[in-house]
């Protein structure tokens, strides 16, 4: 089955953004994104994709050798 193919408007939605984000994504060629005909459809795995790349975890902080917080 192929892929489903997002509107701007359903990334925008995903992604909790107004339209403009992902049409910034797509002029700046920081996301896949298909053109069919002059309408512009974005495949749900790259969103996916981008968003696993933008995510940033949070990192422990170790305590210091003499027991104060670092």
């Given at each position: 089955m192929?892929?489903?193919?997002l509107?701007?408007?359903?990334?925008a939605e995903r992604l909790g953004t107004s339209e403009r984000f992902p049409r910034r994504?797509?002029?700046?060629r920081r996301v896949t994104?298909?053109?069919v005909g002059r309408h512009v459809r974005i495949p749900e795995g790259a969103l996916v994709a981008?968003?696993?790349a933008n995510t940033v975890h949070p990192v422990r902080r170790r305590r210091?050798?003499?027991g104060r917080a670092a």
């Open positions: 192929a892929e489903r193919l509107t701007v408007a359903q990334a994504l797509i002029a700046e994104f298909v053109k981008f968003i696993d210091s050798r003499y």
